[in-house]
């Protein structure tokens, strides 16, 4: 199955990556508090040029037990304001994981928010996916408070699960059931 993209939410467009997005995309990905809590580390700009044209052409959804970047675009000008993942387990693709990376400049401002909810409508809807899933770092209030307000239901606190950045840390998981995005909707 595809996903047909791009697809709208108020002021957010999920759609490919593009070259055009290189500027942007190097710079925030470069930016250390944008990669504090992420698993890679700042980028350089030939990375993030390689990375968006693995990206450009990406099947949607990815293979399961791969991941696919989505842009997060302004719905007005198409400008990029982030990314976000989605991989769908390999051994039970009917299970699929988020994520999500903002610029600075955009944090704060409830498109992250609006982001994960189109993102959630396209697992549960297109995807017709049973469950979806998402880590997040047990310091990085601001995506608690991200997984929670778009309705994510806590069920795990990870003691060291991670390692990231030369060191353990502790993540919590976030869920949803498609039956649960159904009744909310």
Request: charged share 20%.
């Amino acid at each position: 199955m595809s996903l047909q993209l791009p697809v709208s939410d108020g002021q957010v467009r999920l759609r490919h990556l593009r070259a055009t997005d290189l500027p942007v995309f190097a710079a925030y990905r470069a930016d250390p508090k944008v990669a504090r809590f992420q698993g890679f580390d700042p980028y350089t700009e030939a990375q993030a040029a390689a990375f968006i044209a693995r990206q450009a052409t990406a099947a949607v959804p990815a293979a399961p037990g791969s991941w696919l970047q989505l842009a997060i675009a302004d719905a007005a000008d198409d400008q990029l304001l982030g990314d976000c993942a989605l991989h769908l387990y390999a051994h039970e693709p009917r299970i699929g994981e988020i994520g999500i990376t903002l610029a600075t400049r955009w944090q704060g401002q409830g498109l992250a928010r609006q982001a994960v909810h189109e993102l959630l409508a396209l697992c549960f809807g297109q995807l017709q996916l049973h469950r979806v899933v998402a880590l997040t770092d047990v310091r990085n209030l601001p995506c608690v408070a991200l997984l929670e307000s778009a309705g994510l239901r806590r069920e795990g606190h990870f003691r060291q699960n991670g390692w990231y950045k030369g060191e353990w840390c502790d993540e919590y998981q976030y869920a949803m059931l498609g039956a649960e995005w159904a009744a909310r909707q």
